[in-house]
């Protein structure tokens, strides 16, 4: 039983902010690679950032110099600090977690999806 819950998104302006967060709870051995990805209607999916449990990431180009992900291994968290949004940014954006819950097995585990919309 592990859950991934998100929180914050919404609605944004051209060049505002917005910081969406995730949680990553239950039988949990070991969280490694948590990431953003987003999906912009009519396209499909795409990974916009990635952290490692160290702390390496990995951003989509389009994001890189905009967009932070951070995380707490502590408390199973990661937040994404979108800045200088633009109106290609809009879509809904999912949080996954690359868990263990034992020593031998991982798994991908999706949180619910929340919408962002950068209005034009």
């Known amino acids: 039983q592990v859950h991934v819950v998100q929180s914050g998104g919404g609605l944004g302006q051209p060049g505002g902010s917005l910081r969406p967060s995730c949680v990553a709870s239950?039988?949990?051995?070991?969280?490694?690679?948590m990431s953003w990805y987003r999906r912009e209607t009519g396209k499909q999916r795409e990974l916009v950032a990635t952290i490692t449990r160290s702390g390496s990431t990995i951003y989509e180009d389009s994001v890189k110099e905009r967009f932070t992900i951070s995380r707490d291994n502590a408390k199973n968290t990661v937040d994404l600090q979108m800045m200088r949004l633009k109106p290609e940014d809009t879509g809904v954006y999912y949080c996954k977690a690359d868990v263990q819950t034992g020593p031998n097995h991982e798994y991908e585990y999706w949180g619910q999806g929340t919408q962002v919309t950068v209005f034009t």
């Open positions: 239950g039988d949990i051995f070991k969280v490694n690679d």
